[in-house]
């Protein structure tokens, strides 16, 4: 998961997902991402979903909000399949100035 970090309020920021096999390193399309942006206050702010695409990735962008409180926001990702018998969840934080 990659994220843009510093970034300014006002700013657009996106957020990268890869699901790959991990002996054949080659991306898994289908994937079913769910995800949630929040706030340093705990509160959540963005949530997302869809599917990764053809070579395994998925990507989702918004803009900061220019009176966003600034601070440390967590973004975590879900990403399952029954047919891979795949269920990971991550999580990252970026800063807002």
Do not use: C
């Not at 949630?36 to 949530?47: D, F, K, M, N, R």
Request: charged share 15%.
């Amino acid at each position: 998961m990659s994220l843009n970090d510093p970034i300014q309020r006002g700013n657009r920021q996106t957020l990268s997902v890869s699901v790959f096999e991990s002996q054949s390193k080659q991306g898994i399309a289908g994937i079913t991402i769910n995800g949630v942006v929040t706030y340093p206050s705990g509160l959540p702010i963005y949530e997302f979903n869809g599917k990764t695409n053809e070579a395994g990735h998925f990507s989702y962008s918004w803009t900061i909000d220019e009176d966003a409180e600034p601070g440390t926001f967590i973004a975590a990702v879900s990403a399952t399949s029954e047919q891979y018998s795949i269920r990971i969840v991550e999580s990252t934080t970026f800063e807002v100035v």
